[in-house]
């Protein structure tokens, strides 16, 4: 049936106004679409450049030279060293097997590192470099790049790294370097990002962790284009980075290795201060380890022999061991009561052998007794029992009060791993720590470096320093940096009245030069090189009163580990100072047998800045004195790099 026109006019008006609303919508979408295809490609076509360059280019960082440690003279403690060491791609190598057998006929590869190698490779995408083996030689590397076309995905590189060139002479002192591990991590607060990069190397203890931040230096950048796999396919620039600061020890490299090779053997500490600065020339504790062990990863056999050596060798003696310091300390407790008023120099004190305090008795090492002993004979025979009745009339918080001002019972700020404060104990120090109220017994072990109290050699030689000068000298390690000098350690006046030091120098001349002195066997001949000296012996162990009276037990008849503690504090010369040393031997037996001669030895070495003449010594010490020095410059010479063996 045919439609109306009518109603065939209404639906082509429909159809039209149909049209033209879609028709507008496509339009209007064609324009947006348009208009941010114009802002994409003109307005914001810097920032999607950007970001597509981003995605293409990766910049990395390029650690930096670590700064070098040289001892006072210029000589290099902590160098840094080109490391060659071959690297393969595995996918560059096609069949890996066959040529690390091809170049192991070629270069002497130990079977370890050959195995770890293909574990890394195993674990890493084919196109990333792993290292098969390092610290090659030139001759090595030679090799490998003359076949170069029978060795595919081979390649040698060259680095730095980490060296010793005097090993174990300055572990102690200098300490190491190793990866940065998590732990390490969570204890830095910086988060440098050089810290991210695979096996970067921070110090682990002494001089290269407490002053890290200054040899660290700062990163430099490579900028590199990689594809859509991370490959690395060209390196587009690169800005090194800043080199860490140079630093210049205090420490005489030379007297540093005579000291360690003069208490070989022995468990023992030995530390040299120059009174005219303060400088510390020589911190040595034996035995040492050699920092170069650590730098590539210690193995299990040399870490095993270091921590089961009785001797402990990763002890820094000379600044870390807390000793009793035995008669070392009686100058302390002398100058503590003679400031106080509370005995003149010339007033005696009867020695029989014993002193009886509250019921209890303490007794002199000689048990006889001494007889009337006033100050001067009292630290020439090193009476005890005179330093029981003073320390009586004193009383321990004076004593600990001149401790402190000596130098012990502090911690001195150095850039030493685990340096110790001692104990200057007093009646506070037992009532807030052991919860116990100090009695007069405590006074009476303290008077004689015994009890509570604890000091290092690195205290006892400050202490014969400020004795010595009368000033309150400072120790320095760290000469300067980058060339900027630090500040002297030499510091003002004690405060102790210039009688009593100068009596109590006297009585230290007397231990050393006076035949009956109990340091007398330290004596040094050279006119204007005479040396001053206190003896020290520190049990380790309680003399019962049935041993007392069935006989004591000679040192040299007890265990190792239960005989006495031996050490020496000395200054030299007398008349015109420039040297303390300070000197503990472990279990040595008696600080006039075991000490006295290692100090004396060393202070000669630092006093002629190099092997004394043997006219320095007593005559009857000169045949075993000049075999020492050969044996002593036989080890230095067979261990000091050979560019220095002069």
Request: aromatic residues 6%.
């Amino acid at each position: 049936m045919k439609r109306p026109v009518k109603d065939n006019e209404q639906s082509s008006r429909g159809i039209s106004r149909r049209a033209l609303i879609l028709g507008s919508a496509q339009l209007g979408v064609a324009g947006v679409l348009g208009w941010r295809m114009q802002s994409m490609q003109i307005e914001q076509a810097d920032q999607f450049r950007l970001l597509a360059e981003e995605n293409r280019i990766n910049v990395r960082l390029l650690p930096p030279a670590r700064g070098l440690i040289f001892d006072l003279n210029g000589i290099p403690l902590a160098a840094n060293e080109q490391n060659y060491r071959v690297v393969m791609v595995r996918e560059d190598a096609g069949d890996v097997d066959a040529v690390l057998a091809r170049l192991q006929t070629i270069v002497d590869i130990d079977p370890a590192d050959i195995a770890r190698a293909k574990e890394d490779m195993r674990k890493l995408s084919s196109f990333v470099s792993v290292t098969i083996t390092d610290r090659l030689r030139w001759e090595d590397v030679a090799k490998i790049n003359v076949n170069a076309p029978a060795l595919p995905g081979v390649s040698a590189e060259v680095g730095l790294s980490r060296h010793y060139p005097y090993g174990a002479d300055v572990g102690h002192v200098i300490g190491y370097v190793g990866p940065v591990s998590d732990y390490d991590l969570s204890k830095i607060e910086d988060q440098d990002p050089l810290l991210q990069i695979p096996k970067f190397q921070i110090g682990k203890t002494g001089v290269e962790n407490k002053l890290e931040h200054t040899l660290r230096g700062s990163a430099g950048t490579k900028r590199i284009e990689v594809n859509a796999l991370g490959r690395v396919m060209r390196e587009l620039d690169r800005q090194e980075g800043l080199a860490g600061k140079d630093i210049q020890l205090t420490l005489d490299e030379r007297l540093q290795s005579y000291a360690q090779a003069r208490m070989d053997g022995e468990s023992s500490g030995a530390v040299v201060i120059d009174l005219e600065t303060g400088d510390l020339r020589a911190i040595a504790s034996a035995p040492s380890f050699d920092p170069n062990l650590f730098v590539r990863g210690i193995s299990v056999k040399d870490w095993t022999d270091l921590n089961e050596n009785k001797y402990r060798p990763l002890a820094a003696k000379a600044v870390q061991g807390a000793y009793p310091p035995g008669s070392t300390f009686k100058m302390v407790t002398a100058l503590a009561a003679l400031e106080a008023g509370a005995i003149s120099p010339e007033e005696t004190v009867y020695c029989r052998g014993y002193t009886e305090v509250g019921g209890t008795r303490f007794h002199c090492w000689k048990s006889g007794g001494h007889g009337n002993v006033n100050f001067h004979d009292s630290l020439k025979f090193s009476c005890d029992c005179y330093y029981y009745e003073v320390s009586q009339r004193v009383g321990i918080d004076k004593i600990a009060e001149m401790a402190r001002k000596m130098g012990i019972g502090l911690k001195h700020d150095l850039p030493l791993s685990a340096v110790s404060s001692g104990l200057a104990p007093d009646k506070q120090w037992k009532t807030e720590v052991r919860g116990e109220a100090w009695r007069i017994g405590d006074t009476v072990n303290a008077s004689i470096g015994q009890g509570y109290v604890l000091a290092s050699p690195l205290q006892l030689a400050i202490m014969t320093a400020r004795i010595a000068t009368g000033k309150m000298v400072t120790p320095r390690l760290i000469k300067s940096i980058d060339g900027v000098e630090e500040p002297s350690g030499i510091g003002e006046s004690l405060g102790i009245n210039e009688n009593m030091l100068r009596r109590c120098r006297q009585s230290m001349d007397a231990v050393v030069n006076d035949r009956r002195g109990t340091g007398a066997r330290a004596k040094i001949l050279t006119a204007g090189y005479e040396m001053a000296g206190k003896t020290g012996t520190s049990q380790v162990r309680r003399i019962t009163a049935d041993e007392r009276a069935r006989g004591v037990t000679r040192n040299e008849d007890l265990p190792w580990e239960r005989r006495d503690h031996a050490l020496f504090v000395c200054f030299a010369p007398i008349n015109n100072p420039k040297f303390a040393v300070a000197v503990v031997v472990e279990h040595g037996g008696g600080g006039s047998t075991a000490a006295s001669p290692i100090a004396r030895d060393i202070m000669l070495q630092a006093l002629y800045d190099g092997p004394p003449p043997l006219e320095a010594y007593p005559s009857a010490d000169r045949g075993r004195i000049e075999e020492q020095q050969k044996r002593i410059a036989e080890r230095i010479t067979k261990i000091r790099p050979a560019q220095d063996r002069v």
